[in-house]
């Protein structure tokens, strides 16, 4: 029963994280207004839309305590893609707040 309450918000943060990188992907370079209006940026805010399909689901299921914490696997789905997919720097700072996150994570969903 846990994970129907979870898979939803899971997916969700999944798409944001996507929506997020293809943004990244969309945006980089450009100058100009008319720039951003390209095909990453569409499937960004398509990501987005499922996402928040699939959050509204999840609000009408569960508590809002048991899936909010789920909006902080979206910072480190992004911050993967940014380390292992752009070449983007880290530093061992920055990976302890990782595991942060998903300790903090984890201990919220728990219960």
């Known amino acids: 029963m846990k994970a129907l309450i ?3 918000p899971l997916v969700g943060a999944i798409l ?5 990188v293809a943004f990244k992907f969309g945006a980089t370079g450009k100058n100009y207004l008319s720039d951003y209006l390209n095909g990453w940026i569409l499937f960004g805010l398509l990501c987005y839309g499922a996402g ?3 959050w509204i689901f999840s609000l009408s299921r569960a508590n809002l305590t048991a899936v909010y914490p789920f909006t902080a696997l979206t910072f480190i789905l992004v911050y993967l893609v940014g380390v292992f997919a752009l070449g983007e720097p880290t530093s061992p700072l920055q990976l302890f707040g990782v595991a942060i996150i998903l300790i903090g994570l984890y201990i919220v969903t728990a219960n």
């Not at 944001?16 to 997020?20: E, L, N, V």
């Open 52 to 54: 928040t399909a699939l």
């Open 6 to 8: 979870y898979f939803p």
């Open 16 to 20: 944001a994280a996507m929506g997020q």
